[in-house]
Each structure stands twice: as C-alpha cells, then as structure tokens.
C-alpha cells in the first residue's frame, strides 16, 4: 500500500495545485479525444494553473504558453460551436501538404526565435528546450482550435519533448502527466482520423 502511495504521489504531486491541474488535464484530453466541446472548461482552468506553476520554475516561455493557451480555447469554444455533426462532435479537417511544410518551418523558426529571447532576456532554466516546446505546443493549440487533425501530431513530438524538460527540471509530477497526455494523443490522433474518413469531415 505504501509503495502505491509513493508512485501515486511521484506521479501526481503532493500539493494541491499539482493535483488539481492532473486532474483537470486528464478530464481536458480525455474529452478533446472524443471531439466534445466540454473539454474546453477543464483545459482554461489547467492552463490557468500551469501558468503560475512554470513560473515557480522559471519556464517562463511554458508560463507565457499557458496565457496564450487560455485564448486561443476561448476562440476555440467560439469556432467549434457551429461546426458539429449531428452526435456533437467536432467535424475535423485536414491540412494540406503546402499547409504542413510552411507550418513545420514556422516552427522551427518560432523555436529558434524563443529560444534566444529567454536564454539572452531572462534566466529561463533551460531556453532552447522551453522554446521548442513552446513552439511545438502553440502550434497544436491553434491546430486545435481550427479544428486540424494534425493537432494530434504535434501533441505527440511535444509531449515527447516536454517528458525530458519538465523532468530536469524536478517537475516529475507535470512529467508524468505529459506521458499520459502522449497516450492520449495517439488515441486521439486515429479517433480523430476515424471520425475524418467516415465522412464527419470538412473541406480545409
């Protein structure tokens, strides 16, 4: 029994904010992988939360990211409310080969650009991660929004990278939970792909 304690406790934190943001995140993931609307409360309460919780750390480009996260799901509630099929789930596009390319180079530019800011502007515990993974995880958000399948794919790379960064830096507690968020993206990703080929799908 102890020994499940500590592993829980490893995994989910032992303060209250730390518990509570877990939580909020799987309910947040967990209803976007079912393509419903609700998952957009659980996600603005998370991401409020994590924002104050990098900034403890001094990941400040994952605190700004949280910020620019709580909009980007306020417009997100707006842009899925009229594009629904008749069970409630969102009706999912798909990126075009041109739109994937210019997307992964504005990336790796916006990456690039992130990372020098912090590592030059502020003591950011470690600048060229924090800005990749700020990078990659705005980018899915906006995905998100827009309704983009390939919103999965860039969970999926950022939640990989994010495992590694957010476990340096002594957060084992958010570590962990981006493992299970990688879970879920993968599922997410083929129930998204799912419902795009059964015809549930909208001209991009």
Known sequence: MDSLISFLTAMIGERPIEITAFFLGLFNVGLLVRRSIWNYPFGMAMV???????????????????????????????????????????????????????IASA?????????????????????????????????????LATRYLENWILWIVGDVFAVGLYWSQDLQPTAMLNAIFLVLSIIGYFSWRRAWRSGKQAPS
């Open 107 to 143: 990336i790796a530019i916006a990456a690039l650009a992130f990372g020098v800011l912090m590592d030059n502007a502020t003591d950011a515990a470690a600048p060229y991660a924090d800005g990749l993974t700020t990078a990659i995880f705005l980018t899915a958000q906006l995905l």
């Open 48 to 102: 409020t939360i994590f924002a104050w919780i990098f900034l403890e750390n001094k990941l400040y480009g994952q605190a700004v990211l949280q910020i620019v996260y709580f909009a980007v799901q306020a417009y997100g509630v707006a842009h899925w409310l009229g594009r629904r099929d008749d069970a409630g789930g969102v009706i999912v596009r798909r990126l075009t080969k041109p739109q994937g390319a210019m």
